[in-house]
């Protein structure tokens, strides 16, 4: 009977070059998740102040057009740009 020689050898492995495959989001989609951010960062930046100094004096100025429609529509719009930007196929 013949002993068997065992193969020490480690198995080739084949070479995979990275790619834009192996990530999970392409450069569009950063962009995008990017400009989501910016949209979202602006809507609260305009949400902020028209508060008083004195608690017993009423600002009126919270109630502006600013505040309680073009911020929270900006803000909105953000998190549908993200959502889109994350489920938006990366191309080759």
Known sequence: M???????????QAK??????DFAFGKENY????????LIAIGF?????????????????IFSFRRITLAPILVLAGYVVE?????????D
């Open 2 to 12: 013949e002993k068997k020689k065992k193969n020490t050898e480690p198995a080739p």
């Open 16 to 21: 995979q070059p990275l790619e834009s495959k």
């Open 31 to 38: 962009r995008l998740m990017l400009i989501g951010l910016a």
């Open 45 to 61: 930046i305009l949400m902020i102040g028209g508060g008083s100094k004195d608690p017993s004096q009423f600002n009126p100025e």
């Open 83 to 91: 959502i889109f930007a994350i489920m938006k196929k990366p191309r």
